[in-house]
């Protein structure tokens, strides 16, 4: 395992404490990792460099900003994508959204189902499509993380089994 590798898994299980007992996934975390990241692609003797975390970091960062825009994930979820891009790279990071987005569905379904919010879940995706369909793609005001009365759902998590099948998957 590299010094890379254990840097991103490091700040994946840091957010996944934090934001699973506090609901949140603090700056200081996420700016300190990709800070150290970058510091690290610099510093490695063989390493990627410096633009290579800095593609990640942008990449990680575009990739969930959209869901951030329509008030349909937090902030903190967003810049943890971002440090993790600093750390694994570009073309790593977009593997992590897309395993992440598998785990998320999954552990939403969970969320749901153990909280009894399935049925309003299901009734709030088809209110959203239908207000889609009529207004175009901007947020529901009655749907967004900032109004909503839902369930929240430790994003980390996903994000975090994201990374584990990403970094299982180049072994």
């Known amino acids: 395992m590299t010094l890379v590798e254990i840097g991103a898994i490091a700040t994946v299980i840091a957010a996944s404490v934090t934001d699973q007992t506090t609901s949140r996934?603090?700056?200081?975390?996420t700016f300190s990792a990709a800070g150290l990241a970058i510091a690290a692609h610099l510093a490695a003797p063989s390493g990627s460099g410096g633009v290579f975390a800095i593609v990640g970091l942008l990449a990680g960062l575009a990739v969930f900003f959209p869901l951030f825009a329509?008030?349909?994930m937090g902030a903190g979820d967003v810049k943890l994508m971002a440090a993790v891009g600093a750390w694994i790279g570009w073309k790593a990071v977009l593997f992590v959204a897309l395993y992440g987005s598998v785990a998320g569905g999954v552990l939403a379904l969970f969320v749901?189902?153990?909280?009894?919010?399935?049925?309003?879940?299901?009734?709030?995706?088809?209110m959203l499509f239908l207000f889609w369909w009529v207004e175009g793609v901007k947020?529901?005001?009655?749907?967004?993380?900032?109004?909503?009365h839902g369930v929240r759902m430790p994003y980390a998590l996903a994000i975090a089994a994201g990374l584990a099948?990403?970094?299982?998957?180049?072994?």
Not at 25 to 29: A, C, F, G, Q, S
Not at 112 to 126: D, E, P, S
Not at 139 to 148: A, K, Q
């Open 112 to 126: 749901a189902v153990r909280q009894q919010y399935l049925k309003q879940a299901l009734a709030n995706i088809k």
């Open 25 to 29: 996934v603090p700056n200081v975390l």
């Open 70 to 72: 329509l008030g349909a």
């Open 165 to 171: 099948v990403t970094l299982w998957q180049q072994q």
């Open 139 to 148: 947020p529901l005001p009655e749907l967004t993380l900032e109004s909503s």
